[in-house]
């Protein structure tokens, strides 16, 4: 017996046998032929079959996929409209020439922009277009029966024979067996076995496809219908899941507002603690927050522990915790003794790892001075949870181990009441005067938890009552991250099942020699050039050799070499696995 990954002799060979090895190997795949156009033929339908051809096919969607991650850059690199619009306002003034092109292109607004929308619906269009007839061609495959063997099997990639004293349907009949129990697609089909294997690859290869559809109608599913929003929540204050309780809120376009689900939560306290020593002196070990919460107009009160990367999930919302801090408590007296802030907790935000925090106290109602007149006051503050002595400005431990609160008055008009939008945590000082110290300097206190600072010439004065914490949340809806999760995980599997999955075909014929003694021939044909198929086949060889002996050669004046099917094997053939040439 031999086997070779090519053998024959006849390199002339005529065209019923090209044809006849062509239907052999057609269908290993549902890859559509592509026929070039016949350009003076072409009318409009030829030239719209020819355009939806090119569409449909593999390349175009590699280049459409190409094409949307490349058009994906420009939103991470240029501020986004839909997510920060105060950057794409600073980007404006900061770059007067690029900011109109980029406004022409739809760069701050990549996403929702009309080149961006034309690739990611092409790309949606080829795909189905792609995943269609190949699906209905694979169905029928799957239907279908492997073709029957080619009338020269020496033709093949991979080829063994040998002579047996077993009879012809004995050795079909054995060939079937082994080729059924290797989870081959077998029949017997005139004097030969057909075996067919690999469907997954197929299988695979459309999953991949069908994957990539469901991502992208789950990532636009989630783009139009998302929305997220951020509140700041001292201990003991709670919220409420409207459009008004957010400090920012933005969404999808198709979003509206009864989407949001009905839900409420307060923050009972935060628990935060850190390494004390060591290089890692100051890391965050526990970061949690302790909430009471409900869902609807009249649902239970519940309590839960968010931590983070661990959300808080009512209906199709997430309340994450992303963010913590320090609320001085600070009570505000006028010049006449009268409370303007009682006990009030203002947050302020932190500026490193430290929680170093900045921010500003403005009393914008009630306030009058020495002279009895109405003004505003505005208090510039910095918070050090843990005050190191002397002249320094930086905390040197996230926790409250040494609080110290410094205070920077002004009194005047806070412009809170002219229209324009301001942060409350910044201090607008155009219309503002500072107060000045008995040396004409800026006057400037630091206060610790109980103490109060005087303003000066009996303006009133500022007490620092205590500490609280503050916790930042963001509550988030992704309709149909599920799904693209879901999809990535097939869209992996079907790629892996399309590369190392091969389709392959395997015949074996067993006919009678002029001299009476079996012939058996083996042979074996792959989607692509691989080194599984011989040896696969010289595996299968060497079990069916055993049920199938061989049979002497005969004796060189005792039978004509031109009755064998294969009368002049290639000297060069290898010996199948298991069997060994006679």
Not at 414 to 443: E, H
């Amino acid at each position: 017996m031999s086997a070779t990954s090519k053998t024959g002799t006849d390199t002339t060979p005529d065209r019923t046998d090209d044809q006849d090895l062509g239907a052999a190997g057609s269908q290993l795949t549902t890859a559509p032929q592509e026929e070039p156009p016949h350009l003076p033929s072409l009318g409009v339908i030829g030239w719209a079959r020819w355009f939806w051809r090119q569409l449909t096919s593999m390349r175009v969607a590699l280049l459409l996929l190409l094409l949307l991650s490349l058009g994906s850059i420009p939103g991470s690199l240029i501020p986004q409209s839909g997510v920060d619009a105060t950057k794409v306002a600073e980007f404006r003034d900061a770059h007067k020439t690029l900011a109109p092109i980029y406004d022409k292109l739809g760069l701050f607004h990549v996403y929702s922009s009309v080149w961006f929308s034309a690739i990611y619906i092409l790309l949606f269009v080829s795909l189905i277009g792609c995943i269609v007839p190949r699906t209905w061609q694979f169905v029928g495959q799957l239907r279908g029966r492997p073709p029957g063997a080619p009338r020269r099997l020496t033709r093949l990639p991979a080829y063994t024979t040998w002579r047996t004293g077993a009879d012809p349907e004995q050795v079909r009949e054995a060939a079937l067996t082994l080729l059924k129990k290797r989870r081959f697609r077998a029949r017997v089909t005139g004097d030969a076995v057909a075996a067919e294997k690999g469907y997954l690859r197929e299988a695979g290869n459309l999953a991949f496809h069908i994957a990539l559809i469901v991502m992208l109608v789950a990532f636009a599913w989630g783009q139009l219908y998302k929305s997220e929003g951020n509140k700041l929540i001292v201990e003991g204050g709670g919220f409420s899941n409207t459009l008004t309780q957010y400090d920012d809120f933005k969404s999808g376009n198709l979003f509206t507002q009864d989407d949001l689900d009905p839900f409420s939560f307060s923050l009972n306290s935060f628990t935060g603690t850190y390494e004390p020593t060591g290089p890692n002196r100051g890391t965050p070990r526990t970061f949690q927050a302790d909430l009471t919460y409900s869902v609807g107009a009249y649902g239970k009160d519940k309590r839960t522990t968010v931590k983070v990367n661990e959300p808080l999930r009512i209906g199709n919302s997430k309340v994450y915790l992303v963010s913590h801090g320090y609320a001085p408590v600070v009570t505000v007296k006028d010049a006449q003794g009268n409370v303007v802030m009682d006990h009030e907790p203002v947050p302020l935000l932190p500026l490193d790892s430290n929680v170093t925090s900045s921010g500003a106290i403005k009393v914008m109602d009630g306030y009058r001075n020495a002279k009895g007149a109405k003004e505003q006051l505005g208090l510039q503050a910095a918070f050090l949870p843990t005050y190191g002595g002397g002249t320094s400005v930086v905390s040197q431990f996230p926790a409250l181990m040494n609080p110290v609160l410094n205070l920077e008055p002004y009194h005047g008009d806070l412009g809170v009441d002219s229209g324009i939008p301001q942060s409350v945590y910044q201090l607008n000082k155009k219309n503002l005067t500072m107060f000045k110290d008995s040396k004409g300097a800026q006057f400037r206190e630091n206060l610790n938890p109980g103490e109060t600072m005087k303003l000066p010439n009996g303006a009133g004065s500022v007490t620092f009552d205590g500490v609280k914490e503050w916790a930042g949340f963001q509550v988030t809806q992704q309709p149909g991250s599920g799904w693209a999760l879901a999809g990535s995980f097939a869209a992996i599997l079907g790629l892996a099942a399309s590369l190392f999955i091969q389709r392959r075909r395997v015949w074996v014929r067993a006919v009678k020699g002029a001299d009476g003694v079996t012939v058996v021939e083996m042979a074996g044909l792959g989607r692509s050039e691989s080194a599984k198929v011989p040896e696969e086949l010289g595996d299968l060889a060497g079990i069916l050799y055993d049920q199938a002996p061989g049979a002497p050669d005969p004796d060189d004046d005792s039978a004509d070499p031109s009755d064998s099917p294969d009368p002049s094997p290639d000297p060069q053939a290898v010996p199948a696995e298991g069997a060994e040439k006679q």
